[in-house]
């Protein structure tokens, strides 16, 4: 497995299996690559090469998603995104492809309007308060 963040090369030809049924233990210094790992078990990490398996299907596989999880340790949410890009971003993870493209805009703007956040759509993330 190899994973390119930017121009950095976070994980290069990691080789790695983990017991199903386990509980398994990810320690690491600051930056070396556990959250990037974690993320591309998920499937929600960008340029990942290589083979990556969890359960038997590809990682990011839509029959994962009710077998496994991630909580981050910061809230996910990127302050340089708008409200609206930020919920197409993770909503694209979720719907991959072209298909899914216009039911996933209807989806954004449904979720927006149910939180009543429809004035902030287009607001930076990162300029609206707690």
Not at 105 to 119: C, K, N, S, W
């Amino acid at each position: 497995l190899t994973v390119v963040r930017g121009t950095r090369t976070v994980l290069r030809g990691l080789g790695l299996t983990v017991p199903r049924g386990g509980i398994t233990g990810l320690l690491g210094p600051s930056g070396c690559g556990k959250t990037t790992l974690m993320r591309a078990i998920v499937g929600t990490q960008a340029k990942v090469t290589g083979t990556l398996d969890v359960l038997g299907r590809p990682a990011g596989h839509p029959a994962l998603r009710t077998r496994i999880g991630y909580v981050t340790q910061a809230p996910s949410v990127f302050d340089d995104l708008t409200v609206r890009q930020n919920l197409d971003h993770f909503a694209e993870i979720l719907r991959p492809g072209r298909a899914a493209s216009a039911h996933r805009r209807e989806d954004v703007g449904r979720a927006i309007a149910d939180v009543d956040l429809t004035t902030h759509a287009d607001s930076l993330a990162g300029h609206l308060s707690g």
